[in-house]
């Protein structure tokens, strides 16, 4: 009976498929488009981050704060800051930290979830 049930679930654990992480590809807008596009975002920590993007500025809201941010060109990836704090990334991927070395980060693992306009 022993040898029974364990080859019954090594069967099953061989049934068990992994599901890949839910990421929804939503594309930031090139920098320079003047038209207003809004993602949110979804971070560790359950934060959400809402970022208006819209000719090389981003207004980008957490926890009730708006910073507002210029692009910043970068050779990956993108950028956006302002005096105290930066918006960055790559593909679907961002942080929004304090500015410096080490700057503390604000929320992080940030993936999109929804446009939001």
């Keep these: 009976m022993k040898r029974l049930s364990i080859a019954a679930i090594t069967l099953l654990a061989g049934c068990v498929q992994q599901q890949p992480p839910v990421t929804n590809l939503i594309p930031r807008p090139a920098p320079d488009d003047p038209n207003p596009s809004g993602i949110a975002y ?29 692009y910043q060109p970068t050779d990956t990836g993108f950028r956006y800051m302002d005096r105290a ?16 070395s080490g700057g503390r980060p604000l929320a992080f693992n940030c993936r999109p979830l929804r446009r939001t306009t």
Excluded: F, I
């Design 42 to 70: 979804l971070c560790d920590g359950r934060k959400e981050v809402s970022v208006v993007y819209a000719k090389n500025r981003a207004s980008v809201t957490l926890e009730g704060k708006t910073w507002r941010m210029e």
């Design 85 to 100: 704090n930066e918006w960055t990334g790559s593909d679907d991927l961002a942080t929004l930290r304090e500015y410096g």
